[in-house]
């Protein structure tokens, strides 16, 4: 099995949406400086995560499967700001300028091309770098041709396109997104209500052969016509949203809760972030977006129907406020209201101080790697396998996603074991 996935050989370009971003920088310098041997990738389930195999021994994943090495990845994208990566950088102030220097030189050389971007789909953001296109098709058409061009001078064999700007305004799946001439038809025409620049961007990846992650909770490539674009062209799809703070707590905290059949009654969870993504989120249309993201994960885990006196009357409220002084440093709390044995209430709170983009860094870098190797493996499509890494993970309407964390966890295994041709063992590992 393992020769049948194409080697990992030449150069894997990495194509940034929000290059200039905290989350992108801080994933790119993490990268530059762990390959200098400068800085580890802790948190990366692709270069620090082991499994156990069939010979009864624990082995790196990227030992396992023929993952590009960090070494061959070449970094660019698109910003709405020209900044070059470290300016960029600079400004999110997620990372310290001693560590940025270590990387200085190579950060200064990442300078975004023109972005996609419509106004009306983030509000609170003012772009000064961006593309002027007559219509979506067009803007689809200059993206092609940066994806082609960047590919030619860096002598890259892939590219993959991860999304890591801000989340876009809420979109209603229509039916212009149920078919792939649907779709064709009203970026053609310019439907601006219903064809988002982030859907330009995946059109534009998937017709160039490249992979493409969407790391944000926006409707982009979760329709019928993306999927059956991604099939046509052999291309495989993950996401959304990366699952980083509180929702990753969620979806450990909520499979304890039905393992041990305590009920919920009630679950309020709310934050402050103070980057650009906690202003974009300070807009409702664009909130709503994350919202419904961040609502779906405990419904699925607890399957109020299946279990009705445990869970079939949960109070779920989520709010995020932004709040500048913060900065990326997220502070996130819940209150959960459990009850036990003969109705009895308890209560459990949360306090989560997490720094949104060191934990969003590793993800986003996995996630670029396992797209790579499953375009390599001949995989196309919705990667299920990938939903351990999303809050909201993508699935077509035949299938309901999984959210729990531990057995998305699995899934990522039987899917490498799969790749390699050896069996999931009889036990848990």
């Known amino acids: 099995m393992r020769e049948m ?5 030449g150069r894997l370009g990495v194509l940034v949406v929000g290059v200039g971003g905290a989350v992108a920088t801080t994933m790119i310098t993490g990268v530059l400086a762990a390959r200098k041997g400068l800085a580890k990738a802790i948190g990366s389930i692709t270069q620090m995560a082991t499994m156990k195999m069939q010979d009864g021994k624990e082995h790196l994943i990227k030992d396992i499967v023929p993952l590009t090495d960090l070494n061959d990845i070449v ?3 698109w910003d709405i700001f020209a900044d070059d990566a470290y300016e960029a950088a600079m400004y999110a102030e997620v990372l310290k300028e001693k560590d940025l220097n270590l990387v200085k030189d190579e950060l200064k050389a990442i300078r975004p091309m023109t972005a996609a971007f419509d106004h009306n789909f983030a509000k609170r953001l003012n772009g000064t770098h961006i593309k002027s296109a007559a219509t979506r098709w067009d803007m689809v058409e200059q993206l092609r041709q940066d994806i ?3 590919k030619a001078v860096n002598g890259c064999e892939r590219i993959v396109v991860l999304w890591a700007a801000s989340t876009e305004i809420f979109v209603s799946l229509s039916d212009e997104h149920m078919s792939l001439e649907a779709l064709e038809k009203a970026m053609k ?3 601006t209500e219903v064809i988002s620049p982030s859907m330009c961007y995946a059109y534009a990846a998937i017709a160039e052969g490249a992979p493409f992650v969407m790391g944000a909770p926006n409707l982009c490539v979760d329709t019928p016509a993306m999927w059956e674009f991604s099939k046509k062209m052999n291309v495989p799809i993950a996401g959304k949203d990366f699952k980083s703070g509180q929702t990753l707590m969620k979806t450990v905290l909520a499979p304890m809760f039905k393992t041990r ?5 009630g679950w309020f969870s709310t934050n402050i972030l103070g980057n650009r993504d906690g202003e974009v989120l300070d807009q409702p249309e664009n909130f709503k977006t994350k919202e419904v993201s961040k609502l779906s994960v405990i419904d699925n885990i607890f399957e109020p129907e299946k279990f009705p006196d445990l869970y079939g009357n949960v109070y779920h409220k989520v709010r995020i406020n932004y709040y500048p002084p ?5 502070e996130a709390w819940d209150n959960i209201d459990i009850f036990g044995w003969m109705g009895y209430p308890m209560e459990i709170k949360v306090n989560f101080l997490c720094r949104d983009s060191i934990l969003a860094a590793p993800i986003a870098l996995d996630l670029v790697l396992f797209s790579d190797l499953a375009l390599r493996a001949g995989m196309c ?3 299920t396998w990938l939903s351990f890494f999303c809050k909201s993970p993508m699935h077509d309407f035949e299938h309901q996603p999984v959210h729990d964390l531990f057995q998305q966890w699995r899934m990522v295994k039987q899917t490498i074991r799969g ?3 050896e069996k999931e063992p009889d036990y848990l590992d």
């Open 148 to 150: 082609r061009e960047f």
């Open 5 to 9: 996935i194409k080697p990992a050989t």
């Open 75 to 77: 970094f660019g994208g």
């Open 381 to 383: 499509g919705i990667q």
């Open 326 to 330: 913060r900065k990326d440093n997220k």
């Open 419 to 421: 790749m390699v041709g």
């Open 189 to 191: 025409e310019n439907n």
């Open 261 to 265: 059949m305590l009920g919920v009654s």
